[in-house]
């Protein structure tokens, strides 16, 4: 019903490991990108916050509960956010434990570790910046972060790294500070609205369901800021047949805690 582009003789979409291999690892951690390149993945996504003392972390929700010990390690600083703790109350908390006592003792990653684990397998990256309206000023602060790391070298910019968010003056705010960029937005924006994303953002990434082919053939048919038809990613897709869906639909990229899965349904 939905056969995948690559059976076609299409390119098969591209697979991003969400939050690292995060169906087998516990996710933006350092184990995660490594489950990944294990897998042979090589686009890993991850979600960048800051910390009470503007250090650059990987975490996905704005509190540390749902996946550190820090209810036990600091039992009084509910609720728990990421930008209430320094860099080095954070190193302490155990990011591994609550996925399974095999990563007992992983730790929150900064930004600059996650990279530098990246970069050692060869990954490219699609950095989510997440929760901006909490933490002004953190797209330039990301973005020196990547520069300090090599990651806005022609290379990079050109084909291993995509910073992307929820909030579309996020996007831009990136996109104006550093042209070269290249950069998502992360929903579907109504088709009237595409022209104005295009001026910003190279990719739309939306929840896979909401997707039609329509919706994908008329994104694609516009040009981002670097001259390029939009790309369309899915997210998040764990199944064989919700990947060969998104495939079929002709998207760019499918966004996946198991690539692994997603790979074997669909290529790529
Ligand atoms: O890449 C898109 C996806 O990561 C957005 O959802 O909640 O996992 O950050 P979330
Ligand atoms: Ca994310």
Redesign the pocket.
């Known amino acids: 019903l939905f056969p995948a582009r690559a059976a076609d003789g299409g390119t098969p979409p591209l697979v991003v490991a969400h ?1 690292g291999a995060s169906g087998y690892a516990p996710e933006n951690t350092l184990p995660a990108a490594d489950r990944a390149a294990e897998l042979g993945v090589d686009w890993v ?1 991850n ?1 960048v916050q800051r910390t009470r003392d503007g250090e650059l972390v990987v975490l ?1 929700d704005d509190s540390l509960a749902r996946t550190t010990d820090v209810e036990e390690v600091f039992p009084g600083r509910s609720p728990w956010k990421v930008r209430d703790f320094t860099a080095a109350e954070i190193a302490r908390l155990d990011a591994g434990s609550w996925f399974g006592p095999a990563f007992a003792g992983t730790r929150v990653p900064t930004l600059e570790q996650f990279l530098r684990r990246l970069e050692r397998h060869d990954q490219n990256l699609l950095l ?1 910046i ?1 929760n901006p309206r909490l933490y002004p000023g953190i797209e330039g602060e990301t973005l020196q972060a990547l520069d300090n790391e090599g990651w806005l070298d022609r290379a990079h910019l050109r084909n291993r790294l995509v910073v992307q968010s929820f909030s579309a003056d996020s996007v831009r705010t990136v996109h104006e500070l550093e042209p070269a960029v290249r950069t998502g937005f992360i929903g579907k924006p109504p088709v009237k609205d595409l022209p104005v994303y295009a001026d910003f953002a190279d990719r739309i990434n939306s929840p896979h369901a909401a997707l039609s082919s329509g919706y994908v053939a008329v994104a694609q048919s516009f040009r981002g800021p670097h001259g390029k038809p939009l790309k369309v990613l899915a997210w998040t897709v764990d199944d064989a047949a919700a990947a060969r869906r998104a495939a079929g639909l002709g998207v760019d990229g499918i966004v996946s805690n198991k690539p692994d899965v997603v790979r074997e349904a669909v290529g790529g």
Do not use: V
């Open positions: 939050r996504e979600d996905h989510e997440k």
